[in-house]
C-alpha cells in the first residue's frame, strides 16, 4: 500500500490540488469471511452484495467485532481469506492492491521524519524526484500544513499529525480511499474540524472513499449512503454480519446539523445497532 520514497526539499508550494487516478467503483459479490478457531470456524461477514459508484463516500457502520474493518482491508488486498468477490474498477482485488490507499486511526507517522519526509512514503513507485516533490507540496497545501512541512510528528498536535496521514495516503493518488475510523482518537472539536477537512479534500480529489466509524453523526455528515451491517434478525438467520440497510442521506454535503431529516435518519440508524436515540 505504501511505498518508500525521499522528498526533496526547498521547493515552492503550490496551491492546486494533486493529480490522481480516476476514483473507482468497489464491486462487493457475495462477500464472507471466517475466521478458524480451535471449535470451528467463526463466520464473521456474509452475503454482502453492494456497488460503490466511482467518486461516492460510502459510510460502514455496525457493532463492535461485527466485520467493518475486515471488510475495509479486503477491499485493499490486506486479506485474502474473503468468500465470493471484490472488485474494484471492474477487477479483482489483488493483494496489497496499489489502487487503494488506507488511512488509520493512529497517524502511523515516523517519527525521525519531517512531515514532508512522511507524506514522501505514500508516493507511487516510480514516480521522478520533481513530480514527487510537487506532489507532496500541493496535498501539504491542501490539507493545511504548508508552513509545517519541516516540523516532526512529535512537533505537532494530533489533529495535524492525522492530517498528514491523510496526505500520505492521498500521495498514492488512489482511486479509492479506505478509512478506518481515522478521526476516532481525536477530541470532539478537532474531529469535527477533521470532518470538514476531509469534505474539502473530497470536493477536490473526488476519489471513492470508504469510511468505517462508529460515530452515526459523522457518518451523517460525510457520506453519500450508508452501508449498516449486523445480525439479521430473523430466527434461524446465519451467523455472521451482513448488510441489514442502506441508507441513501439527503441534501448537499456540507449538511445542517441540526437538520430534522438527519435527526430522523439518526434515530433510525440508533435503532438498527440496538440503542435507544431517546435515552442518550
Not at 3 to 25: D, H, K, Y
Not at 164 to 170: P, Q, Y
Not at 239 to 256: F, K, L, N
Request: proline share 6%.
Amino acid at each position: 500500500m505504501t511505498a518508500l520514497a525521499e522528498s526533496v526539499p526547498g521547493s515552492s508550494v503550490r496551491t492546486a490540488p494533486p493529480a490522481q487516478t480516476a476514483s473507482l467503483a468497489v464491486e462487493f459479490r457475495d462477500v464472507g469471511r471466517s475466521f478458524p478457531t480451535i471449535d470451528g470456524a467463526r463466520t464473521v461477514l456474509r452475503d454482502i452484495n453492494l456497488t460503490v459508484e466511482p467518486g461516492e463516500v460510502l459510510a460502514i457502520l455496525g457493532a463492535s467485532g461485527c466485520g467493518k474493518s475486515t471488510l475495509l482491508r479486503a477491499v485493499g488486498g490486506l486479506d485474502s481469506g474473503s468468500t465470493g468477490q471484490i472488485l474494484v474498477g471492474g477487477s479483482a482485488v489483488r493483494p496489497y492492491d496499489s489502487r487503494t490507499a488506507v488511512g488509520f486511526q493512529e497517524p502511523r507517522l515516523m517519527p525521525w521524519r519531517t512531515l514532508h519526509q512522511n507524506v514522501s512514503l505514500g508516493l507511487p513507485p516510480g514516480m521522478g524526484r520533481a513530480e514527487g516533490r510537487e506532489s507532496i507540496d500541493r496535498l501539504l497545501e491542501l490539507v493545511g500544513l504548508a508552513e509545517h512541512a519541516s516540523l516532526r510528528p512529535r512537533e505537532v498536535s494530533g489533529g495535524m499529525a492525522q492530517r498528514t496521514s491523510l496526505a500520505r495516503a492521498l500521495a498514492r493518488r488512489p482511486g479509492v480511499l479506505l478509512l478506518d475510523e481515522p478521526f476516532g482518537a481525536l477530541d470532539a472539536l478537532t474531529r469535527l474540524k477533521m470532518q470538514d477537512l476531509l469534505l474539502d479534500v473530497h470536493a477536490k480529489t473526488a476519489t471513492t472513499v470508504l469510511l468505517v466509524t462508529h460515530d452515526v453523526d459523522e457518518a451523517l455528515q460525510l457520506a453519500d449512503r450508508i452501508l449498516l451491517l449486523g445480525q439479521d434478525p430473523a430466527p434461524g438467520a446465519f451467523p455472521g454480519a451482513t448488510t441489514r440497510t442502506v441508507v441513501t442521506v439527503p441534501g448537499e454535503r456540507p449538511r445542517d446539523r441540526g437538520s430534522a431529516e438527519l435527526a430522523r435518519l439518526r434515530t433510525e440508524l440508533l435503532g438498527g445497532l440496538g440503542v435507544d436515540a431517546h435515552r442518550r
